[in-house]
């Protein structure tokens, strides 16, 4: 988990201005960052981000974790946080619709074509997420399932708790190659550009990633505050700049 703080010095009264405790997908971990600075500037709410995968943060959810509102890589599980009453009913929507990219930072190792790449097996190791607590992971499984490779490359696959493992995996060379969000190809902060091959929309389920406020939540101004800005235009500005689609 990798937690992140940030805090606003500014005239906004104690009062008016709250902390917030966010669960994110560790694929939109990034855009958050930036979403929540804005934000913080704009309301003078602070802001800390705890990331991981999917799956783990609801498990942290469904067993006390003092989380307000929960950014998932689905929307499986914010709507069954509602029906266990652990988020506030009718809070939930999709805030953006992930993407997954096969990626590699060496510009040689993927060809035009992806699925030739995979089916050449030219590689010791691909990377991808744990497909049981991890959307994007589930998003890979389905892909090579629909390739029909998947038992071919079984023994090739090194599995990540999470997107961001993955990715870390890919880009310290312990996998030549592997299934990452694209927003992570996008950032800005990747300096790796390298090779990609995005994954076509019908090989797996849409991504649909939703926020639900949590039942923490309900009386806290601020993460009822941040539930809308996701909605507002400097959000959605951020979310497509990162490869997203906005519903």
């Known amino acids: 988990l990798f937690f992140y703080h940030f805090t606003y010095i500014g005239t906004f009264s104690e009062a008016r ?3 917030i405790l966010v669960a994110v997908a560790a694929n939109f971990h990034n855009p958050l960052r930036i979403i929540a600075e ?6 003078g709410h602070q802001i800390q981000i705890v990331s991981g ?9 469904i067993n006390g974790a003092p989380f307000e509102l929960f950014l998932a890589a689905d929307s499986i599980r914010p709507r069954l946080l509602e029906q266990s009453l652990n988020a506030v009913p009718r809070t939930q929507f999709t805030y953006a619709v992930g993407k997954i990219t096969l990626w590699s930072p060496e510009c040689d190792v993927i ?3 992806g699925k030739s790449t995979l089916q050449k097996n030219n590689f010791s190791h691909i990377a991808m997420a744990n497909p049981i607590t991890a959307p994007y992971g589930k998003a890979a499984l389905q892909t090579l399932q629909k390739l029909g490779l998947f038992k071919k490359l079984l023994p090739f696959i090194v599995q990540g708790e999470n997107i961001n493992q993955v990715f870390q995996f890919i880009s310290s060379q312990n996998a030549e190659l592997g299934f990452v969000a694209l927003s992570q190809v996008l950032d800005p902060k990747n300096k790796k550009k390298g090779h ?10 849409p991504i649909k990633q939703d926020v639900v406020i949590l039942r923490n939540g309900k ?5 009822v505050a941040l539930w809308k800005f996701l909605r507002g235009e400097f959000s ?3 979310i ?4 997203y689609g906005v519903p």
């Open 17 to 19: 201005a709250s902390e």
């Open 38 to 43: 804005q934000f913080e500037i704009n309301t």
């Open 53 to 61: 995968s999917t799956g783990k943060l609801y498990a942290q959810i």
């Open 111 to 113: 060809s035009e074509d």
């Open 196 to 205: 990609r091959w995005d994954i076509p929309d019908e090989f797996y389920d």
């Open 219 to 223: 009386n806290n101004p601020g993460a």
């Open 236 to 238: 959605k500005r951020i």
């Open 240 to 243: 497509k700049k990162y490869g």
